[in-house]
T-cell receptor, first 111, second 117 residues
Framework: KQEVTQIPAALSVPEGENLVLNCSFT??????LQWFRQDPGKGLTSLLL?????REQTSGRLNASLDKSSGRSTLYIAASQPGDSATYLC??????????FGPGTRLSVLP | EAGVAQSPRYKIIEKRQSVAFWCNPI?????LYWYQQILGQGPKLLIQ????????DSQLPKDRFSAERLKGVDSTLKIQPAKLEDSAVYLC???????????????FGPGTRLTVL
């Protein structure tokens, strides 16, 4: 059974810093890994989808990497802004489109 | 392209009452999911539909929860009777099942926040 963990649970950084969020999964037989952002009281917004054959994906200031063999993915946020404050979740997807989520990392970017 | 629609956005009920949530997925998305998200946790899958058939309902508490997707488009999730521990956000998501499953991407609705008193 797939289990997904995220470290740290919460992170507070000053504006402008680069930061890394970590996601670990126990079953390396994933088909993809998706990173989401969730603002308080809102649904999940898809940020990046990394296919199992890819090592990384980039969108603007975001870069996500995937290492299936070690069961890890990282989300790198460059030059953080207060508007980046949110909870970031990762989800590991299998062949049957079943996604298992981590508990999330709550990010606060201080002006 | 319109996103995933859910209603209501908020619902407050007393324990032992019943409640129903509605979801309309993105047009053309054959796969629909219902998740339960308890405060401070990641979403937990309750049920997954492919068109109007159930793919996975292994984590659905079937003694009190039920879901249907009769015409393969919109879906309803019902809780009867509700318990205090059902207080959570109920999220609906949809995806388009691609030939290469590595491209499958989920899109979420805004969620329904349920409070059981």
């Amino acid at each position: 059974k797939q289990e997904v963990t995220q470290i740290p649970a919460a992170l507070s950084v000053p504006e402008g810093e680069n930061l890394v969020l970590n996601c670990s999964f126990t079953d390396s037989a994933i088909y993809n890994l998706q990173w989401f952002r969730q603002d308080p009281g809102k649904g999940l917004t898809s940020l990046l989808l990394i296919q199992s054959s890819q090592r990384e994906q980039t969108s603007g200031r975001l870069n996500a990497s995937l290492d299936k063999s070690s069961g890890r993915s990282t989300l790198y946020i460059a030059a953080s802004q207060p508007g980046d404050s949110a909870t970031y979740l990762c989800a590991a997807g299998d062949y049957g489109q079943n996604f298992v989520f981590g508990p999330g990392t709550r990010l606060s970017v201080l002006p | 392209e319109a996103g995933v629609a859910q209603s209501p956005r908020y619902k407050i009920i007393e324990k032992r009452q019943s409640v129903a949530f509605w979801c309309n997925p993105i047009s053309g998305h054959a796969t629909l999911y219902w998740y339960q998200q308890i405060l401070g946790q990641g979403p937990k899958l309750l049920i997954q539909f492919q068109n109007n058939g159930v793919v996975d309902d292994s984590q659905l508490p079937k003694d009190r929860f039920s879901a249907e997707r009769l015409k393969g488009v919109d879906s309803t999730l019902k809780i009867q009777p509700a318990k205090l521990e059902d207080s959570a956000v109920y999220l609906c998501a949809s995806s388009f099942p691609r030939r290469d499953p590595t491209y499958n991407e989920q899109f979420f609705g805004p969620g329904t926040r349920l409070t059981v008193l």
